[in-house]
């Protein structure tokens, strides 16, 4: 979007979360939680993106997620979400545009809702325009107080609210436009308001109010955009919201989901028309799954897959790695890895690719219409020419190379005959 920069605010330590790894990078559908916003500013046009990260061990986490497209600023102590902004003073200085401010731990925040905020933001010539919310129970958030005209004025801490302010339902969801060089003037005004003696952010609506600039505000009814992340209950709960909005997307697109209750596909996984997801299927990663497939029940897609049209995956399948040409059939009980799969092979039930000897992945090649039979083993690397034929049970040795049109049996696996053509 034109005339607009993004700063995300991804420094603080998280600790409610419990774990060793950042707060901003716990999975979401299999991605990281601050992936979703990375996604939303880039898809509402904004290209100029920074990150406040922290100085510690979890910022360079944080850092080497974003790579190098991203600038990242340390904020060398912890003094609030004012002093986080502040950070990115002197790499905005000459800078006069908009500003949208995210914060790292809210994923969920939706593009209409963020399109709609920065679209206000213009058209009415804010100083500051931010999101709010009407909750029933607000409690935990800072509430929007206005004047006589309906005009906001300040927010309070739900800490510093009295008993009046308590019951007002309009609540500060965290998403902020600022004219940048308003901004950065007030932030020097901004004292420090705790014991803590850390600086806030929302200090800055009273500073515009009284200075008599312009402020704005775009009202969100959906309550569930606005979640914060900030312990595994609130993952959890973020978790089951992107999945329901993955499976609906992609039954919008043509795809049958047989239970959604029993279905989980990560964010980057792509699924063709009239293709049919069985219960209790688990697609991890990015996959690409073509038209008019069937997958499971009690199958488990791992990731880096390309999976083409007309192919069946059976029951307790799993998968990963690998790419399966057209009008193949892989039934129960399988497991596939780093494998090139032809068109029209059939692999039979029990059927494994040992891929892995302890220090190595291998890879194996199974050409089009090759046939095999029921509790093969291949262990790689392996290749299987075109239209062989592997009986039932054989093994078949690493660096095997089956010639096509050929039959192997047994244990290990040796030529039998070759098949009349």
């Known amino acids: ?95 006069e545009g908009n500003l949208l401010i995210l914060y790292g731990d809210t994923p969920l925040l939706t593009e209409m809702t963020t399109d709609k905020l920065l679209k206000h933001h213009v058209a009415t010539d804010a100083a500051c325009t931010l999101l709010t919310t009407i909750l029933k129970n607000p409690t935990g958030y800072g509430r929007i107080i206005k004047n006589g005209l309906g005009k906001t004025k300040t927010i309070v801490e739900e800490k510093d609210s009295s008993i009046y302010e308590k019951v007002i339902e309009e609540v500060n969801v965290g998403v902020y436009c600022f004219k940048s060089k308003d901004l950065f003037l007030a932030l020097k005004k901004v004292k420090a308001n705790n014991t803590k003696k850390e600086f806030y952010l929302t200090d800055i609506i009273k500073i ?27 993952l959890a709960k973020a978790h089951d919201i992107v999945r329901w909005r993955i499976l609906s997307r992609l039954m919008q697109g043509g795809v049958t989901i047989m239970d959604p209750n029993a279905t989980f596909i990560d964010e980057e996984a792509v699924i063709g028309k009239d293709t049919i997801i069985y219960p209790h299927v688990m697609i991890e990663g990015k996959n690409y799954i073509g038209k008019n497939c069937k ?41 596939l890895g780093d494998a090139e799969v032809g068109s029209e092979v059939n692999i039979g039930a029990a059927t494994s690719i040992d891929n892995y000897d302890g220090k190595k992945k291998y890879k194996t090649i199974i050409e089009d219409k090759v046939f095999i039979g029921a509790g093969v083993i291949l262990i790689a690397p392996v290749k299987i020419g075109k239209a062989a034929v592997c009986g039932a049970g054989a093994i078949i040795s690493k660096n095997t190379n089956v010639k096509p049109n050929s039959k192997v049996v047994g244990v290990s696996a040796r030529i039998k005959h070759k098949k009349r053509k």
């Open 1 to 95: 979007m034109r005339d607009f920069k993004c700063l995300i605010l991804a420094a603080g330590k998280g600790t409610r979360m419990e774990s060793f790894e950042p707060k901003v990078l716990q999975p979401i559908c299999g991605k990281p939680m601050l992936g979703y916003i990375i996604k939303l500013v880039k898809k509402i046009g904004i290209r100029d993106t920074i990150v406040i990260i922290n100085n510690k061990s979890q910022g360079r986490q944080v850092r080497n997620f974003l790579g190098k497209d991203i600038k990242t600023i340390e904020q060398k102590q912890l003094l609030g979400t004012a002093n986080a902004v502040n950070q990115a003073r002197r790499l905005l200085k000459d800078y």
């Open 208 to 234: 515009f109010y009284a200075q008599g600039l312009k402020i704005e505000s775009v009202s969100t009814e959906s309550t569930e955009e606005i979640l914060g992340i900030n312990s595994k209950n609130d």
């Open 295 to 335: 997958v499971g029940p009690f199958c488990r897609i791992r990731g880096n897959c390309h999976i083409e049209d007309n192919v069946l995956i059976g029951n307790f399948v799993e998968i990963v790695r690998t790419s399966i040409k057209s009008n193949t059939k892989i039934k129960h009980q399988c497991y």
